[in-house]
């Protein structure tokens, strides 16, 4: 299935009363070939103006796409996403989740990893940064990792679902 599909109709149509349009597959076309696909599609009208009536694509470019409008970062987004890997896919969508803008270099600076709590996240920081190095196993035992992560590390990282950013 595609990750990028955006159902095109126009405005005059529905106007009309009818939603009639299609589905277009967006993975691999770019945004030229979207147009001409688009006009294709309406091409008995004389002048549509078309109308993006619904959409399926990644949570992280919902924002990207509205009634009458794509964003031009859309296309080159949509590229740089289609060539990553599932787990940076899900990164990304998580990354845009939490309230940052849907930038790849952005991302990519942001990104620290993939972790199965924040308290794992802080218990594994202060284990390569080898702050725990001096302090015996009884007492490491003893650390409230969550703790740690509620007084402190929370303001400076984002966690959603197991994947953590930096937040400056």
């Keep these: 299935m595609s990750n990028f599909r955006i159902y ?11 939603i009639a349009g ?7 076309l770019d945004e030229e070939e979207f147009k001409e696909a688009i006009k294709e599609l309406h091409k008995e009208e004389k002048d549509p103006e078309f109308m993006f009536q619904d959409s399926e694509v990644p949570a992280a470019f919902e924002s990207l796409i509205s009634e009458s409008f794509i964003d031009e970062n859309f296309w080159e987004l ?5 060539q990553k ?8 969508d998580a990354f845009v989740n939490v309230g940052h803008d849907p930038d790849p270099m952005r991302f990519e600076d942001a990104y620290v990893g993939w972790y199965e709590s924040e ?8 284990e390569e940064l080898g702050e ?3 302090v015996p196993d ?31």
């Design 119 to 126: 308290a794992d996240f802080c218990e594994l920081q202060a």
């Design 132 to 134: 725990l190095h001096n």
């Design 22 to 28: 299609k589905w277009i597959e967006l993975d691999n």
């Design 85 to 92: 890997d599932q787990n940076t896919q899900q990164a990304f």
């Design 78 to 82: 949509k590229d740089w996403y289609n």
């Design 138 to 168: 009884y007492i490491k035992c003893c650390i409230d990792w969550e703790q740690i992560w509620n007084s402190g590390m929370r303001y400076d990282y984002d966690f959603e679902d197991g994947y953590v950013f930096r937040s400056y």
């Design 8 to 18: 095109v109709g126009t405005y005059g149509k529905y106007n009309e009363g009818s």
